[in-house]
Every structure is written in structure tokens, then in C-alpha cells.
């Protein structure tokens, strides 16, 4: 799966169904319908939901490895960036209507040959490279979008080491790196307000 070339035939689809699977949750509604999606789209595919309001995060939740269709991992990581990111307050009518969604595909995960720390700071591709950095329990990932907030390889590790509860420098026995890229499509506000159920 080209994560570009799907998002360039098929973005609006994927940015349609998050807001549709937000929408039924607030409304009370079943979950869209998905069966009209193109072919394409129910390949396995991972996806990184993120809601935004201006510079506020307001939640972000995804799947680092394709495991189902994509076009249902983009369903469900839109309800849990929206419900059950435990980071943030659950998004409430106002918030639906006037936030950013974002959908990242991911491209399938490649091992980072890195033998040390400044070893992987030479190998990153700033502005590129999602990395994925897991030490037994202790995972955590960034995704390419975060080179925007940090823009060199330094912040970008040192702030994924702590993010994933590891000393910044260290180099764990067993530490396994993988790196990414991704391509986004967005909705922007405003949009429709929420019909609240009635009785």
C-alpha cells in the first residue's frame, strides 16, 4: 500500500468516514455504513487519527501495524481519538464543530540499523521519519507530523526517549527501532452541527 497515492484517490473518504464514525457517537446514531468504500480501502492498512482545535490537541490515537481493513481502522481510532484518548476530556458538540481531523496512513514499519544513540541521530530523515522506539514494556512512537514541533533529530529522540519512560541517551539491551513515513488528508472546520437525540 502507497500511503501517497491512496491519499491522493481517496483522502476525502478516509477524512469522511472519521467524521462520520465522531458524528453517530455524539448523535446516538449506528456507525456509518462502510460498504460503499472502493476496494482499495479494505486492504489492511494502519491509520493515526488526530483531532485538533487551532493549536490544541484535543486527542490522538492510531495503529502502528495494519491488522484490519483500513478503512475500519480509520472508524475506530476516530472514535477513540475522540472518546478514549485518556489524555484528554472526551469531544464534546462544540468541539466536533469546530475542530481539525486528520488522518495519517502509515507506510509498513523498517528497522532503524542504529548501534547507538548519535548513531541513530545521523540515520533519521528529518521531516520524513516516524520512529517507533521499544525497550521490553516500553514503547512509544512519533509520528513524521511531529518534525513540525521539533525540528531536529536531537529533539525529536530525546523527547521520544522520554515519552517512552527512557532515560534520554540511553541505549537499552533488546531496544528495537522502526521507522515510517506517512501521507495525511484533513477536514477542516466548520462543519454540520451535531443532532442531538431527542427524549
Known amino acids: 500500500m502507497d500511503p501517497a497515492a491512496l491519499v491522493a484517490g481517496h483522502g476525502a473518504t478516509l477524512t469522511g468516514v472519521a467524521e462520520a464514525a465522531i458524528r453517530a457517537r455524539l448523535e446516538g446514531t449506528d456507525p456509518p455504513d462502510l460498504s460503499g468504500a472502493a476496494p482499495v480501502l479494505w486492504d489492511l492498512g494502519a491509520a493515526f487519527v ?3 482545535e487551532g493549536d490544541r490537541l484535543l486527542g490522538c490515537v492510531g495503529s502502528i501495524q495494519a491488522h484490519r481493513p483500513l478503512v475500519v481502522d480509520v472508524a475506530e481510532r476516530a472514535r477513540a481519538a475522540a472518546f478514549g484518548d485518556p489524555r484528554f476530556d472526551a469531544v464534546d458538540e462544540a468541539a466536533f464543530a469546530a475542530m481539525r481531523i486528520s ?22 530523515r528529518p521531516g520524513t521519519d516516524g ?17 513540525d514541533k521539533l525540528p531536529t533529530a536531537e529533539l525529536f529522540v530525546n523527547l521520544l526517549w ?26 477542516d472546520p466548520p462543519r454540520q452541527p451535531v443532532r442531538l437525540p431527542t427524549g
Not at 488522518?103 to 533519521?124: C, K, M, N, W
Not at 522506539?133 to 518534525?147: I, K
Not at 522520554?162 to 477536514?187: E, F, H, I, M, N
Request: net charge positive; proline share 6%; charged share 20%.
Open 50 to 52: 488526530t483531532l485538533e
Open 103 to 124: 488522518v495519517s496512513v502509515l507506510s509498513g514499519l523498517e528497522p532503524v540499523p542504529a548501534t547507538s544513540f548519535d548513531d541513530l541521530l545521523r540515520r533519521l
Open 131 to 147: 520512529l517507533v522506539v521499544a525497550a521490553g514494556v516500553r514503547r512509544a512512537t512519533f509520528l513524521p507530523s511531529v518534525w
Open 162 to 187: 522520554r515519552k517512552a519512560s527512557l532515560a534520554v541517551g540511553a541505549w537499552p539491551d533488546g531496544l528495537v527501532l522502526q521507522r515510517y513515513t506517512t501521507a495525511c488528508c484533513r477536514a
